[in-house]
């Protein structure tokens, strides 16, 4: 039988293997659903100094914005061959 988590939002329970388990620190947060991992989430991006949150921002919207680059060369690449 599978574990059962508790999520940390709401309350409800839910098997292990479903809902949303972020690992920080070595510390599981359980969430049964994405919306209470956002909910969670944003209040923990208001806990942060606001310099902190930018600097976090711009580094992870500068790995996407690469990830999209290398995805649109590469599907250039298939189309001239």
Not at 7 to 18: A, D, E, N, T, Y
Not at 53 to 66: D, L, Q, T
Request: proline content about 4%; glycine content about 8%; hydrophobic content about 35%.
């Amino acid at each position: 039988m599978k574990e059962k988590l508790t999520c940390i939002v709401c309350g409800k329970k839910f098997p292990r293997g479903q809902g949303i388990v972020l690992n920080v620190g070595g510390k599981e947060y359980p969430f049964h659903s994405k919306a209470c991992a956002l909910k969670f989430l944003r209040r923990v991006l208001e806990e942060l100094k606001p310099e902190e949150v930018s600097k976090a921002f711009e580094k992870v919207e500068g790995e996407f914005r690469e990830e999209l680059r290398l995805k649109e060369e590469k599907t250039r690449k298939r189309i001239l061959e």
